[in-house]
C-alpha cells in the first residue's frame, strides 16, 4: 500500500560545483527531517551520503547516493551527486530520472565552471530548479554577485525569494519576501533555535522594494496576481507561492533561497521550498518513449493505475548481493515474485528483492509505485539505459547520454596468475561506470583503461586494491586522441578474388565528407532500389566503420563524417557479403588519405581561483601549454583566469599550481571539445606511434 500519495512525492537532485557544500546540505537535511540522529560532517569522514572510503579520505564525493526523508507529510527522494569533472556522469544519470534539482552555489564563488555544467545538464533534460546560494558566513561571501552571475554565466532568471540578514560572521539569517517575516537563528549550533518575527524597521524599504520586483517577475506567470498587483490589493502568501511553484515548473525563472550549511542556517526554508515550488511526478508530463517492434510513440502518465514503466539508471556492485539496478518508476506498481520484460535486451526476469536505498545501507520492501526511486537486488542482466515494463505493454525510454572518455593508460597485474580475474574485475566497473572502459591495443596487445581523468583511473585503482585485494600497475596516462577529415573526397574499389575455386566479387563508390565538431558519423545509401541486396550495403557500413576504428594518419579512431554510397555492381554468381565489405574499407582508406586528415585533440576548460601576486606567473605557464586565456576575473579578493587548454600539456598539474602559487592557488578542469592539433604536434604523434621517437621525449 502507498504510503504517500504521489502529488506529495519529491524526487531532487542536489549539484553544484566541487565543494559548494552539497553532501553538507544533504547531511542537514536528513538531520533536521529525522532520518539521522547525528549531523555528518564531510571533512571529518562521517557523511552518511559520502560511504566509500575514498569519499572519506578525499572529502569529495564520487558517486551519486540516493535517500529517502519527509518533511510536511511530503516524501523526498534526494539524490547528492559528485562536483568533481571526472565523475560527470554521475550527474547526468540523476538528471535523467529527477523531477527538480537544487542547484548549489557557493556565496564567495559564485557560479564556478562545474555549475555551468550541470546547469547545462540540467536544461538538456528541462528539469525545474531551485537556487540555494551557501556559505553566506564565509569570508569574501558576496550573494548580490552570486545572484548576478546566474543572470551573466547560466543566461538564467532568478527570483530571490529571500534577503540574506548580514554576510561573512555576521549572517544570521534571512527575510522571507513571501510571508514578509524575518527567520532568525539564535546561537544554538544545531540550527534547531531560530525566531520567526515581523520584519524590523531599518528593512521595511528594502523589503518593499525587493517584494514589488519579486510579484512584478510573478505577474507575468498568473494573471489573478497581476490584476491584483495592478489594482495594489493585499496577496496572501498562498497566492504568491502558487505562483513561484507556476513559473518554476515551467522554467520562467529559478527561485533563489540563501544560507550556511555548515552553520545550520538555511535548512529548514530550503525543504519548505522543495515543498512548495519543486515538481511531484504527475507535475511534469507524461514520460514519452517509442514501442521495440513497431517504433510507434508511447506515453505513460505518473499513476499507479497506468501500465508498469521504469528506467535503470544506475548499476552498483555489492559484495552481498552482487549488482544493485538503481530505477526509477514512471507509471504503475511492482510487486516482490513478478516478472518484468527488459524492452531494451528483450529478455523477461523475475523480481526477486526490492529495496529502499539510504546511501549504501538498504531496507526491503515488497512493492514499488510510480514515482518511486529505488534498487533490484540480484538481477545480473541490467545494465544503465535499460527500460523495464510489461511485456504485454512494452516501451523503450531515451537512456542517458554519456560523455566520451578522455584519458587513456596501460594497466597489468602484478602477478601473470591475476590476469583474468582483473580483467573480470574491471568489467564490474564498465557495468557501474558508463564513461569507464577497457579495451585492447591493437598494436601492441596491451589493456587500456579509458576515463574522464587522472583522478577518475586513480578511484578505479583505489577501488581494485581496497574492495577485491588485486594489485595492478598503471601507465602514465594518455590522451584519448580521436581523427577527422577536412574535405570532401571520393574513391571507388573492387575486390575481386578465387577462393577455392569461387570467385569473390564487390565493387562500391564512396564519397565522405567532414560533419561538425561532436556528429559523430553517419551513413547514406544513395544507391536506388534493388542494385544490391539489401544486406550487402549493411556490410559496407560495416567496412567503412571498421576502417575508421583504424584510424588514417596515426592510428586513432576517425569521427565527424559522412559516408555516401554513390554506385555499386553486382554480380549473380561470386558477389559475396566479404567482398564488399573489404572494398568499402579499402575506398575508406583511399578517400579518406585524399581528404586531408588532422589527428584532433580534447580541449579542456581550465578555471584557477588565485591571490592576485600569482595571476602573471600563471598566465605565462598557460601560455606555454598551448593555452588561450579566455578572461580573468576580480572575484572578491582573489583573480580567477579562464582558460582553454589541450589536455594532453596538462597532466601532473596539480603539483605545478601548488609550486606556482605556493599552495594558495586552486583550479578546476573539465572537458570542453574536440579540436584539430597544430602541424607540428601532429608530426610528433605520428612518430611517436610509428615509433620513430621515444614516448619519454615526446612532449606530454
Known amino acids: 500500500m502507498r504510503l504517500c500519495p504521489i502529488e506529495r512525492v519529491r524526487n531532487i537532485g542536489l549539484m553544484a560545483h566541487i565543494d559548494a557544500g552539497k553532501t553538507t546540505t544533504t547531511e542537514r537535511m536528513l538531520y533536521f527531517t529525522g532520518i539521522t540522529y547525528k549531523m555528518g560532517e564531510v571533512d571529518e569522514g562521517t557523511a552518511v551520503m559520502d560511504w566509500m572510503v575514498q569519499e572519506q579520505e578525499r572529502g569529495i564525493t564520487i558517486t551519486a547516493a540516493a535517500t529517502t526523508c519527509f518533511w510536511q507529510d511530503h516524501r523526498i527522494n534526494i539524490i547528492d551527486t559528485p562536483g568533481h569533472v571526472d565523475f560527470t556522469a554521475e550527474v547526468e544519470r540523476s538528471l535523467r530520472v529527477l523531477d527538480g534539482a537544487i542547484i548549489i552555489l557557493c556565496a564567495v564563488g559564485g557560479v564556478e565552471s562545474q555549475s555551468e555544467t550541470v546547469w547545462r545538464q540540467a536544461d538538456k533534460y528541462r528539469v525545474p530548479r531551485i537556487i540555494y546560494v551557501n556559505k553566506m558566513d564565509r569570508l569574501g561571501a ?292 558508463p564513461t569507464f572502459r577497457v579495451v585492447q591495443d591493437p598494436m601492441t596487445g596491451q589493456t587500456l583503461v579509458e576515463g574522464m581523468g587522472e583522478l577518475h583511473l586513480e578511484i578505479i585503482m583505489d577501488r581494485l586494491a581496497r574492495e577485491f585485494g588485486l594489485q595492478a600497475r598503471l601507465g602514465r596516462p594518455q590522451v584519448a586522441y580521436k581523427e577527422t577529415i577536412t574535405r570532401e573526397a571520393q574513391a571507388e574499389n573492387t575486390f575481386i578474388r578465387q577462393v577455392a575455386g569461387k570467385g569473390q566479387f564487390g565493387q562500391c563508390l564512396i564519397k565522405i565528407e567532414p560533419l561538425p565538431r561532436g556528429k559523430g558519423f553517419e551513413f547514406i545509401n544513395h544507391l536506388k532500389p534493388h542494385v544490391i541486396p539489401e544486406e550487402f550495403v549493411t556490410e559496407i557500413e560495416k567496412g567503412i566503420r571498421e576502417a575508421m576504428e583504424a584510424g588514417l594518419v596515426a592510428g586513432y579512431p576517425v569521427t565527424d563524417l559522412r559516408a555516401n554510397l554513390l554506385e555499386a555492381s553486382y554480380h549473380e554468381d561470386d558477389s559475396v557479403a566479404i567482398a564488399y565489405k573489404i572494398a568499402a574499407s579499402l575506398a575508406f582508406k583511399e578517400a579518406g588519405g585524399k581528404a586531408e586528415p588532422v589527428i584532433l585533440e580534447p580541449i579542456m576548460k581550465l578555471e584557477i581561483a588565485t591571490p592576485d601576486e600569482y595571476v602573471g606567473g600563471l598566465v605565462g605557464d598557460i601560455n606555454s601549454r598551448r593555452g588561450r586565456i579566455e578572461a580573468i576575473e576580480i572575484k572578491g579578493s582573489s583573480r580567477v583566469i579562464r582558460a582553454f587548454v589541450p589536455l594532453a600539456e596538462m597532466f601532473g598539474y596539480a603539483t605545478v599550481i601548488r609550486t606556482i602559487t605556493q599552495g594558495r592557488g586552486a583550479f578546476s578542469l573539465e572537458f570542453s571539445a574536440y579540436e584539430p592539433t597544430p602541424a607540428g604536434v601532429q608530426e610528433e604523434i605520428k612518430a611517436r606511434v610509428e615509433g620513430r621517437i621515444p614516448f619519454s621525449e615526446a612532449r606530454r
Open 142 to 433: 558576496e550573494p548580490k554577485r552570486a545572484v548576478e552571475e546566474i543572470k551573466t554565466r547560466l543566461g538564467a532568471r532568478p527570483l530571490p525569494i529571500q534577503i540574506p540578514l548580514g554576510t561573512e560572521s555576521h549572517f544570521q539569517g534571512v527575510i522571507d519576501l513571501v510571508g514578509k517575516r524575518e527567520i532568525v537563528w539564535k546561537s544554538d549550533l544545531a540550527g534547531a533555535d531560530f525566531e520567526v518575527r515581523p520584519v524590523s524597521p531599518e528593512y521595511q524599504d528594502e523589503v518593499e522594494l525587493k517584494r514589488k520586483e519579486m510579484l512584478e517577475i510573478l505577474s507575468e506567470v498568473d494573471d489573478e496576481l497581476m490584476k491584483k498587483y495592478l489594482e495594489d490589493e493585499n496577496i496572501e502568501p498562498g497566492e504568491i507561492k502558487k505562483a513561484i511553484r507556476k513559473g518554476t515548473l515551467d522554467l520562467r525563472f529559478y527561485p533563489v533561497l540563501f544560507g550556511a550549511s555548515f552553520r545550520n542556517k538555511g535548512i529548514y526554508p530550503l525543504l519548505d521550498a522543495i515543498v512548495d515550488y519543486l515538481p511531484s511526478p504527475v507535475d511534469i508530463p507524461p514520460v514519452k518513449g517509442y514501442h521495440p517492434v513497431n517504433n510507434h510513440e508511447e506515453t505513460r502518465k505518473a499513476s499507479d493505475s497506468e501500465n508498469f514503466c521504469s528506467l535503470v539508471f544506475k548499476i552498483m556492485n555489492d559484495a552481498f548481493l552482487g549488482n544493485l539496478a538503481f530505477f526509477r518508476v514512471y507509471s504503475g506498481k511492482l510487486k516482490v515474485g513478478s516478472y518484468v520484460y527488459n524492452a531494451t535486451k528483450g529478455q523477461e526476469e523475475r523480481v526477486t528483492r526490492l529495496l529502499e536505498m539510504h546511501a549504501n545501507k538498504r531496507r526491503e520492501i515488497n512493492e514499488v509505485y510510480a514515482g518511486d526511486i529505488a534498487a533490484f537486488g540480484g538481477m545480473k542482466s541490467l545494465s544503465t539505459g535499460d527500460t523495464l515494463c510489461l511485456k504485454s505493454r512494452p516501451i523503450l525510454l531515451e537512456p542517458p547520454t554519456f560523455p566520451e572518455p578522455v584519458v587513456s593508460a596501460t594497466i597489468e597485474p602484478k602477478g601473470k596468475a591475476d590476469h583474468q580475474r582483473l580483467l573480470g574485475t574491471l568489467q564490474k566497473f564498465m557495468a557501474e561506470d
